[in-house]
């Protein structure tokens, strides 16, 4: 895209001996410093997906460094780890971690003020909401479509003890801070994601409805709704 550059990255998980493969969008006419986002793919997505492309680029032109990367059995990653991506599951959530640190590590001379973001759909929104949620450093959370309890997934029985590394029912909590920090978005006739998954966070957190965007259709990608969801997520960020 016209006036986007793109430098590819590795991303090292030393105790298991692979790299993350990653990507950073930003505007040819950002200055050295400015706010971060980390865009996070849904399950069976990577960084060079339609829609985590999409907003990677759009968040870029108005003046953002966007950082995603592929999770383990996932886009170009799943060269070193296979692409099961269930073996995987519990691993995907607590990269997140190294990636955060790998992030305000090496790009320290780039982030203006600590202003690191998340956004994400679908299992991306999980990662955000669990592993996100208890990460102080990250400033503003903005989760797509997602589920709240992974007990709850049709023909698919996972495991205890990963259901609760992976559900944001045992990773939430109300705070003050929430109505600063958190927006959720959901389309109300989404086919893998029930709808009923976004009161469920919302209470849970305690948000108004200032913080929720809804859809009445849209699907599990927000179809006809992209560029108005954006405008939203923009400015919720920048308020």
Request: proline residues 3%; glycine residues 6%.
């Amino acid at each position: 895209m016209e006036d986007i550059s793109v430098e590819n990255i590795d991303i090292p998980i030393e105790a298991d001996d692979l790299v993350l493969k990653g990507s950073i969008y930003f505007s040819s006419k950002i200055s050295s410093k400015g706010s971060w986002i980390i865009n996070m793919p849904g399950l069976l997505d990577h960084r060079e997906s339609y829609f985590v492309k999409l907003y990677s680029e759009k968040f870029a032109k108005k003046g953002f460094y966007v950082l995603s990367y592929d999770y383990r059995a996932h886009g170009e990653t799943a060269k070193q780890t296979g692409k099961n991506w269930l073996k995987n599951l519990s691993v995907i959530f607590s990269d997140f971690n190294y990636v955060v640190d790998w992030l305000f590590k090496t790009q320290k001379q780039r982030i203006n003020a600590n202003k690191v973001y998340l956004f994400g759909r679908s299992l991306g929104g999980a990662i955000i909401l669990t592993r996100g949620f208890r990460e102080e450093r990250i400033k503003k959370l903005i989760a797509l479509c997602t589920r709240y309890d992974y007990h709850s997934v049709a023909n698919i029985s996972f495991p205890e003890k990963i259901i609760k590394k992976v559900s944001p029912i045992y990773y939430l909590e109300e705070r003050e801070s929430n109505i600063n920090r958190i927006l959720l978005a959901h389309c109300e006739d989404d086919p893998r994601i029930p709808f009923k998954n976004l009161e469920f966070i919302k209470n849970h957190l305690n948000l108004p409805d200032s913080n929720v965007i809804i859809y009445k259709d849209g699907g599990h990608s927000f179809k006809n709704h992209r560029d108005d969801l954006f405008e939203k997520c923009l400015e919720f960020l920048k308020n």
